[in-house]
Nanobody
């Protein structure tokens, strides 16, 4: 299972750190991906971290968000800085098996995700 934590209400320019906690399976065997979905919009890719800690970011968050993982703690974090109102969304973590090539094509498409976790709501006030 995957469970996202850490959402909340923050002002523009503020920071939040989201956590994605995994249980069951061998966490280090998976790439982990963060997606978000704003009201009335399609789900969009945010960031991904490979089983070997390589990272990918969307252009919308590059330079502001940082994804990291600790396999010993079965946890992935998404540090979000300089938040903007357009970052308001439900953030969900998901996983892909590590045997899949770690690329934007394979990580950024929701249809290719193996398993979805529950999301957490982030609201950025203007």
């Amino acid at each position: 299972q995957l469970q996202a934590f850490g959402g909340g209400l923050v002002q523009t320019g503020g920071s939040l750190r989201l956590s994605c906690a995994a249980s069951g399976g061998t966490f280090s065997n998976y790439h982990v991906v963060w997606f978000r979905q704003a009201p009335g919009k399609e789900r969009e890719f945010v960031a991904a971290v490979s089983q070997f800690r390589r990272t990918l970011y969307s252009e919308a968050v590059r330079g502001r968000f940082t994804i990291s993982r600790d396999n010993a703690k079965n946890t992935v974090w998404l540090q979000m800085n300089s938040l903007k109102p357009e970052d308001t969304a439900v953030y969900s973590c998901a996983r892909r098996i590590g045997s899949v090539n770690f690329s934007m094509l394979n990580m950024a498409s929701p249809s290719r995700i193996d398993y979805w976790g529950q999301g957490t709501l982030v609201t950025v006030s203007s």
